[in-house]
């Protein structure tokens, strides 16, 4: 059942298809912000994988993150998520991301639980409309 208070942590090295050039939202070869809040949408749905029942998923539907400081490619980096709130259907987590200076991104990301059958199949269905 979820509950408030479930955490998690992920850490991955910044590899360089990861950096703002090759994402295509900057310039730099530092960890691009997408890819800093792809791992923070990975870190919270893999939070609560093992506390849904069979059949049922989550869907990111906000993210309020900041991106603080760059981490140069080749450096660890680490995601810590915090499920916080719990209303119904809606899962709100703070997350906190990491390199070995210190945080570099901090924020909220919220998520929604979905039947997953259901939700593909209205994602399919868009096709023929």
Request: proline fraction near 3%; include cysteine; hydrophobic fraction near 45%.
């Amino acid at each position: 059942m979820l509950h408030t208070g479930i955490t998690h942590r992920i850490e991955q090295e910044v590899r360089p298809e990861m950096s703002a050039a090759r994402v295509g939202s900057g310039l730099a070869d530092v960890l691009a912000t997408p890819a800093m809040i792809a791992l923070a949408e990975r870190t919270c749905y893999e939070s609560v994988v093992p506390y849904l029942e069979e059949g049922l998923g989550t869907v990111g539907t906000l993210v309020n993150i900041k991106h603080l400081s760059a981490t140069p490619i080749g450096m660890s980096v680490w995601c810590e998520s915090e499920l916080v709130e719990v209303d119904r259907r809606r899962l709100l987590f703070a997350v906190k991301v990491y390199d070995r200076c210190g945080l570099i991104g901090e924020g909220w990301h919220e998520r929604f639980v979905v039947d997953t059958a259901q939700f593909e199949a209205k994602t399919a269905a868009k096709f023929s409309q």
